[in-house]
């Protein structure tokens, strides 16, 4: 069994950071590509990053593109979301997830709540 948490949200203001993370539990966590979600009240849950289980290959959705940092760290079982020059618009839930591939996702995590001021 896998668990996912993730930690780090919380209240910025416009232009500042935040660093999530999410601790994975398994000795598997190096097999799986990991992503981050975000969902926003009232919209869309939308793919934000994702990095291979090698750390060899990230995306990042266009809306971030340029101000957000994936990372993992595999000894640890951790992965890592750098958000930089935060949006109001950023405001979400950010969710991490675990996929063994095939954009199949076998495990998520309870959310941590992001909220950016202007």
């Known amino acids: 069994q896998v668990q996912l948490v993730e930690s780090g949200g919380g209240l910025v203001q416009a232009g500042g950071s935040l660093r999530l993370s999410c601790a994975v539990s398994g000795r598997t966590f190096r097999l799986y590509d990991m992503d981050w979600f975000r969902q926003a009240p009232g919209k869309e849950r939308e793919r934000v990053s994702a990095?291979?289980?090698?750390?060899?290959?990230?995306y990042y959705a266009d809306s971030v593109k340029g101000r957000f940092t994936i990372s993992r760290d595999n000894a640890k079982n951790m992965v890592y979301l750098q958000m930089n020059s935060l949006k109001p618009e950023d405001t979400a839930v950010y969710y991490c997830?675990?996929?063994?591939?095939?954009?199949?996702?076998?495990?998520w995590g309870q959310g941590t709540q992001v909220t950016v001021s202007s």
């Open positions: 990095i291979s289980w090698s750390g060899g290959s990230t």
């Open positions: 997830a675990a996929s063994s591939g095939g954009a199949k996702y076998d495990y």
